[in-house]
């Protein structure tokens, strides 16, 4: 595959109530879904939010070929500490990653901006993250207007190894009933495979677009299943996580 003819992918949240054969059906071969992302509240205290769906939908994606894959939204850590942030992570879906995407979700937390993680603070998510999983390849979500801005994201790779990025840029919030009608139409001239953090996207979320039947959000694969699902497995030469 390419950017001219890329995978079908989607992500989805507890937000979208998801008929998942069906969207395998109509030609999606990776779901990536929202394990942990963003601020709960429980008895009155701060807790990582989990999301609702994830059990059901996961169950649904066993019985179907499709590539699945678990992001986390990181929170600044005066909000939530980082290993209760991580420990929820792990332990909210399947604890053996092997087969599965790995991607953080790396931008402005909208119900409440001062709790957007820092640069400094991803590394220190991201290096608790590996002491418990050991090197995987792991995308990252993230705009590039939001990395460049202050405070400065940095180079991709200032935040370990087998780093991928995964660029949002949508041209406007109302759903595309045709999503991939819009991909061919603009992908020329969209910027979504533009270089950035020194490195070129090898996934682009390009529209809310109507899949299954419902608004999701829209992902585009310029790397064929192979390279796709050598995401999901350890790094060439690399063990286990640490004993």
């Not at 003819?5 to 992500?11: F, L, Q």
């Not at 940095?154 to 370990?160: A, E, H, M, P, R």
């Not at 953090?197 to 996934?203: E, I, K, L, N, T």
């Amino acid at each position: 595959m390419s950017i001219a003819s890329p995978i079908k992918g989607a992500d989805s949240s507890d937000n979208n109530l998801l008929d998942v054969k069906k969207l395998a059906t109509e030609g999606y071969k990776v779901l990536i879904q929202r394990r942990t992302g963003g601020i709960d509240i429980e008895n009155g205290k701060m807790v990582p939010w989990v999301d609702r769906r994830f059990d059901e939908t996961n169950r649904a994606l066993r019985e179907t070929d499709m590539i699945s894959g678990d992001y986390a939204f990181p929170i600044n850590p005066d909000f939530l500490d980082i290993d209760v942030q991580v420990d929820r992570f792990l332990h909210s879906g399947p604890t053996d990653f092997d087969g599965r995407l790995i991607g953080i979700d790396y931008e402005l937390y909208g119900p409440n901006p001062d709790a957007t993680i820092s640069p400094g603070a991803l590394k220190e998510y991201l290096r608790v993250l590996r002491k418990h999983i050991g090197q995987r390849h792991i995308l990252m979500y993230a705009g590039k207007a939001f990395w460049e801005d202050p405070p400065h994201s940095g180079q991709l790779s200032d935040y370990g190894e087998h780093m991928y990025m995964w660029n949002p840029w949508y041209w406007t919030l109302e759903v595309r009933e045709q999503p991939w009608q819009h991909y061919e139409d603009a992908r020329r001239h969209s910027g979504w495979w533009t270089r950035y953090a020194g490195v070129q996207p090898v996934c682009a979320q390009f529209c809310i677009g109507r899949a299954a039947g419902i608004p999701l959000d829209i992902n585009a694969w310029r790397l064929d299943m192979d390279g796709i699902r050598t995401l999901t497995r350890r790094p060439i030469g690399v063990e286990g996580p640490p004993a």
